[in-house]
């Protein structure tokens, strides 16, 4: 038997991650973390992602891209590395002094629920198609993700409207800290490799940032103290689709990922096709 990995071809997991927007959707994901004051404490105090910005994108791209197209064997051991990286990492909580382990289930869930929903928000204003049920479906079978992470699937939120209501409950517990305006800032105006910077690539970056800010909910740009123009979410959500449009003029082979390059020639061993 050909192992397809967690989700397989039939899967809603494959329809999301196949296209190319998600990575904004990864963007709004940042944004959205930042503002949980023990999440980016934690990220400020242990990571080096200052540093080597895009090593660290390129390092979380493939952690999520080995989730959805490896073999389950490969995505158990991907998440065991992270498991271990996380039980070794503790931070202070800037605002009471508490010491905490970055790998607490609230601050595991956070992430995962921040990551889910903004990939798959990005999809959907990107073009995607999907039914209610779908989007639930998708949902549901992201639990299998946030435990890899060690999260109890149980107490992830795995529909829509649980997402929503999550959400509704966080709320009081998120703030715009020093360190979250600090990380906010340096995602939209990260330092471009190559001399990129001083080229138009730093507009097309900045563009890109703009959206991923734009797709946010209204009340996290709230929190960053942006205007709550009536029509941002009208506009990213345009700018997403025609974004989303162009991205899938791009030959797929010119952007895929080696994980779901080797999940294609599974699914050809296999005799098998599929929505990826």
């Known amino acids: 038997m050909t192992d397809l990995g967690l989700f397989g071809p039939d899967s809603v997991t494959w329809r999301v991650h196949s296209e190319p927007i998600i990575t904004v959707g990864g963007l709004r994901s940042l944004y959205l973390q930042a503002l949980h004051p023990r999440a980016v404490a934690g990220v400020e105090q242990n990571s080096r ?15 999520v891209t080995t989730v959805v197209y490896g073999t389950t064997e490969q995505a158990e051991r991907a998440g065991r590395r992270v498991r271990a990286v996380h039980s070794r990492m503790t931070a202070t909580d800037p605002r009471t002094g508490e010491r905490f382990r970055v790998d607490e289930p609230e601050l595991l869930r956070w992430v995962h629920v921040t990551e889910v929903e903004s990939f798959l928000d990005s999809a959907l204003r990107g073009g995607l198609r999907l039914e209610p ?19 109890d699937p149980a107490t992830v939120p795995d529909t829509a409207a649980a997402v929503e209501a999550y959400y509704e409950r966080m709320r ?90 080797e999940a294609m020639r599974r699914l050809t061993e296999a005799g098998r096709t599929g929505n990826a």
């Open 133 to 151: 049920e779908e989007i639930d479906g998708y949902y549901r079978e992201q639990t299998r993700a946030a435990a890899l992470v060690g999260l």
């Open 49 to 63: 992602y200052r540093k080597d910005p895009w090593g660290r994108f390129q390092r979380t791209a493939e952690y």
């Open 172 to 261: 009081p517990e998120l703030a715009l800290t020093v360190d979250s305006a600090a990380t906010g800032l340096f995602l939209t105006l990260p330092p471009l490799p190559f001399g990129l910077g001083l080229t138009p690539v730093r507009g097309a970056a900045f563009s890109v940032s703009a959206l991923a800010i734009g797709m946010l909910p209204a009340w996290a740009r709230k929190l960053y103290g942006l205007p709550g123009l009536p029509g941002t979410d009208r506009l990213a959500s345009v700018n997403a689709r025609v974004l989303g449009s162009l991205l899938r003029t791009i030959p797929i082979e010119w952007i895929e990922s080696p994980a779901r390059k």
